[in-house]
């Protein structure tokens, strides 16, 4: 006769436990950093309406995580349920924080500096934001087949780019906007979470530096210190139920012309989602691949339909927040505390207490470490074909700052200096796929894969006549070749097409070589 299984056998899965607490705590900071930050660039750079944003963004937004959350909980009771084990942790999902530097900084604050028109840019946000969506439920069948083909130099390339610009450069300028509290912030976030070490009390870096950088911000401005002017917040609560929307439909034109820079996010998070999910397989909890990338594609699609403007994915770092002894609890708790915050306008609230100067240089944080992971996860020889990969993303962030310069001044170039404009935005359009095309093309010409480096160039030149990467339209916008854009893009397009042609020339070569046939 069969004995029953013990309890000891198959455990009661604890999914709530102390270990959840400083879980939840890291996750929820995440977050909250990225809707500080999307709330920063749109109306600290572009001068967008931050009532808009807290009232139109940011309650579908935080639906999004709400949705993702819930359901990476449920797939965590449903595999310890399966695995008859109690320690399985939830997948952590949060805002995706390079698309949500790159959507503000490179299509909300454009469109809003191009129109002007407030209720455009959300709907051009939520139209972007839902082609990301579509673009990651494709891709979550097809993601596997992209990270074996495409070069490691030219995914985590582009991302190293956007760590180098985005997420580290404009931080740092926010940092010096408030000195004192924003080196001491970042002095705290390099001391525990850069170099590791630990603080006393085992209090996290990241609630430290916000907690001593306000103090020192709104104490140096309440008692005049070294002239600092640092009124006491008086942050508003913006109550705003996300409700499904038809709106993107007004701005699915304007956002077509953005494909360049929402297919290579949407991409970028699913690979990142294959490689979280391999990462938690090792620290024990074996998700499906697939159902983890669809229901990140979800939940982009459910906060888009809301009124969201950013996506959301798989965070890096699952093996950590097991280590904390998170289970299932700070995952669920995460997702109520932004959906439902978002909602009653505490999200808003937190957003207008904690400082740019103090908040960004967790994204410093996050910067350095995308950078430093392009180098060390791609293979040593393929370190020029990393840098190689960076440069888009700094031709982007010096069109930023020309155009943001010359549309203050009121200045309309001519002559020799509009032509010098027009390379500049060839340089700086589409600048994250033209970084994965780079890094690519040359990590294969490193490794000998002459005829894939020539198809990569290939591609390089159809991009260009559609200006999906290197577009000389104002605002980056995609066209037809044959529309008049002068010769110039011809040129651009002409000249990968005979790098491709003597690439694959070269190939044909090479081959005969190995053959015996050329000695």
Known sequence: MEREPSAMQHPRYRWAQWGDLNAFFGLMLDNVTNLVLLTGILVGVFGYPAEKVFSLMIPGTALGVLAGDVLYTWMAFRLARKTRRSDVTAMPLGLDTPSTVGIATAVLGPVYLETGNAELVWQVGMATLLIIGLFKVALSFTGDWVRARVPKAGLLGSLAGIGVTLLAFFPVMKIFSAPVAGIAATGIILYSLVAGRRLPLRIPGAFLAVVAGCLLYYGMGAFGILGAESPLPSPAAHPAFPLPTLGFVHGLGKAVSYLPIAFPFALITILGGINNTESARVAGDAYRTRDILLVEAGATVVAALFGGVAQSTPYIGHPAYKAMGGRAAYTL???????????????????????????????????????????????????????????????????????????????????????????????????????????????????????????????????????????????????????????????????????????????????????????
């Open 333 to 519: 708790a995460t997702g109520l505390f932004i959906g439902i915050g978002g909602a009653l306008g505490i999200m808003s609230f937190i957003v207008g207490l904690i400082p740019e100067a103090v908040i960004t240089p967790i994204l410093l944080f996050i910067g350095i470490e995308i950078l430093s992971q392009a180098f060390t996860e791609s293979p040593g020889r393929h370190a020029p074909a990393v840098a190689l990969a960076i440069v888009p993303s700094v031709g982007y962030l010096v069109l930023t700052y020309a155009d943001s310069l010359l549309g203050k001044l009121g200045v309309l170039l001519t002559g020799p200096a509009a032509d010098e404009q027009m390379v500049l935005r060839a340089v700086g359009h589409g600048f994250i796929l033209t970084a994965i095309l780079w890094g690519a093309l040359l990590a294969d010409l490193i490794d000998g894969k002459l005829r894939s480096a020539s198809a990569y160039l290939l591609t390089c030149a159809l991009c260009t006549l559609f200006g999906l990467i290197h577009s000389v339209a104002p605002y980056g916008e995609i066209y037809l070749p044959w529309q008049p854009r002068g010769g110039f893009v011809l040129q651009m397009a002409l000249g990968y097409a005979l790098f491709g042609a003597g690439v694959f020339a070269a190939s044909l070569r090479f081959k005969r070589e190995r053959n015996g046939a050329i000695v």
